[in-house]
């Protein structure tokens, strides 16, 4: 978390870089929510409290990343989640070896 903190003072003032924790209370129009895990457990996406949190910041719009699918295979309510999502068609994937996603991103992400 240390590195993560780091780096989000090279963020702009008008984004907020926020722990799910420091989020409580707040709300936003946008959150956008890293799902990635690195250890092979499901760690603190498994907090149910944590979940609400996470899900129930955002006004406007909600953007989640991470391998959906694992969650899915981890949590039921994971599961009814993510199946919500896909019957509603507000999933998109992204294969992460696609040089092209990857180049496109590097061209065109930017702050404003």
């Known amino acids: 978390m240390t590195k993560f903190r780091e780096r989000s003072l090279e963020f702009p003032r008008h984004i907020e870089v926020l722990t799910v924790d420091s989020a ?5 129009d946008i959150v956008l929510i890293s799902c990635v895990r690195s250890g092979g457990t499901i760690g603190f996406l498994d907090d149910q409290h944590r979940r609400n949190v996470m899900l129930t910041r955002a006004r406007r719009a909600l953007y989640m990343f991470g391998n959906l699918s694992w969650l899915a295979e981890q949590d039921p309510d994971w599961n009814k989640l993510v199946d919500d999502a896909g019957t509603r068609k507000v999933i998109d994937t992204v294969d992460s070896a696609d040089g092209e ?3 496109s991103l590097e061209n ?3 702050f404003s």
Do not use: A, P, R, V
């Open 24 to 28: 409580q209370g707040k709300e936003q």
């Open 101 to 103: 996603i990857k180049e």
């Open 108 to 110: 065109n992400l930017y």
